[in-house]
């Protein structure tokens, strides 16, 4: 109980459980690679909050948290060894394999993350604060472009060197067929669609295992193993 009575929010209890993960996973671990680029705009939206960038800073955090609750479940589930979802399956799967390289688990990661679990924190959101997808796109949008501007950095990061600049490099073109802008704009869409669908249960839960296994689908493209 002492130890919970030192987070002043959820979010920095968030934080800190990314942090737990980072020291207790292998740098190398496909899990581990996402998890440091998840913490990295996890930490920038806490500061961001705490500067008084977000004009409602209740509506921040509580996409924040909801959104990160999800990830954390598909790593509690591979743990206690059940199936995460189908969106998490694939990075869960290729994590230690020597053909992937570090860009793709971070793309992977994201791709999950935002494709999937993004529209149901949304839908979260609203229902903890009684409001409507409409009343929290400024903070959808702020977390977008702060993971837009992360992205671009993770490129920069673990891009393997001046060869992936040679057309015939395979992974040139795999990072060219996945777009964080495209999926952030698609994954509104659906969060907007699942929130009209609330009073149609079997509905909504059609349309988000489809959506959870499309995600997955792309996610298992992003980690193709490729050639040295």
Known sequence: MAQLEQFTTPLDAVVSRMRALEEDLPDRDGVAVFNRVYLAVTEAVDRCVDSGRFPDARAAITLDVRFAERYLAAVDAVARERRPPACWRPLFQFRRHPGVRPLQFALAGINA??????????????????????????????????????????????????DLLQIADPLTHLLGSWSLERAREATWTAARALWALRGLPDVAEEFTGRLDTAVGFAGRMLLTPLPD
């Open 113 to 162: 993350h935002i494709g999937h679990d993004l529209a149901l924190a949304v839908v979260d959101t609203c229902r903890s604060l009684d409001c409507e997808p409409a009343d929290v796109e400024d903070e959808f949008d702020r977390v977008g472009d702060l993971l837009v501007s992360l992205e671009e950095r993770i490129r920069e990061d673990l891009m393997p060197g001046p």
